[in-house]
């Protein structure tokens, strides 16, 4: 048995190098299911080697938002694009939005 739903969820990201004072909401997909020897894993799948694996879907929700913002920074201080599926927005504040898609047996 399975199901799926959308979840919203913001965390404090690292600071991009900065081209105006305008700071950055970055809206990333990330799939979360069941991992086969227990626990789950949550992938980003726009953004390459982003996933985890996890004893709870807390925590690989709290994971992947930290490996997330590690992968954005990487590519925006070596001035790499993003994928075009990741997504920004003028904010208050620098945050990485995930769009969840949890998948459970």
């Known amino acids: 048995m399975g199901f799926a739903m959308a979840v919203r969820r913001s ?3 690292p600071a991009e190098p900065r081209r105006s004072a305008r700071l950055r909401t970055y809206r990333v997909s990330v ?3 069941p991992w086969e ?3 789950c894993i949550a992938e980003a799948p726009d953004l390459q080697g982003c996933w985890v694996v996890a004893d709870t879907l807390e925590a690989a ?6 490996v997330i913002a590690m992968s954005i920074e990487s590519r925006l201080e070596r001035g790499e694009p993003l994928p075009s599926a990741v997504t920004w927005i003028e904010g208050p504040d620098t945050r990485v939005e995930l769009a969840l ?3 459970v047996r």
């Open 101 to 103: 898609a949890i998948s």
């Open 37 to 39: 020897e227990g626990g």
């Open 11 to 13: 965390a404090p990201a």
């Open 31 to 33: 799939v979360v299911r």
């Open 61 to 66: 929700v709290d994971d992947i938002q930290e």
